[in-house]
């Protein structure tokens, strides 16, 4: 799976135009798709302090990320990006109409950002799937 990734660098890519585009769209583009309405967000899990829908997309997206580049180089820079897009993304939402800027949405992105951070320093550390 991590070759898979790694080669096809072109998912990572797709699927982050993909989240800046669901996330600069004036409304909710899920819910428009959804149910007909922009003014309604689908809701994957209730909410628990920190936004569920966020932390899951920022999760799967740094997933794939750090599955897609592996170099020392590349994972500081795609940590950075991550997380400065976790953060530029909810602030956008204070300019764009039927978005508003949520403390929950924002500290759900950071969340699945650092979720996926930890996990991968723990491999890296006990080299669990090294042979």
Do not use: A
């Not at 966020?54 to 990006?81: A, C």
């Amino acid at each position: 799976m991590k070759k898979f990734f790694f080669n096809n660098k072109i998912i990572f890519y797709l699927i982050n135009s993909i989240l800046i585009i669901i996330y600069l769209f004036p409304g909710s583009l899920p819910g428009l798709l959804i149910y007909g309405d922009k003014n309604i967000q689908p809701q994957i899990t209730s909410d628990f302090m920190i936004s569920s829908n966020h932390f899951y997309v920022f999760f799967l997206i740094s997933t794939i990320g750090f599955l897609s580049f592996i170099e020392l180089r590349q994972i500081k820079v795609l940590t950075i990006y991550l997380i400065l897009l976790s953060i530029v993304l909810e602030i956008f939402h204070l300019i764009i109409p039927l978005r508003s800027f949520e403390w929950p949405d924002l500290f759900g992105n950071l969340f699945g950002v650092c979720v996926v951070i930890l996990i991968k320093n723990l491999i890296n550390k006990y080299e669990i799937f090294k042979k």
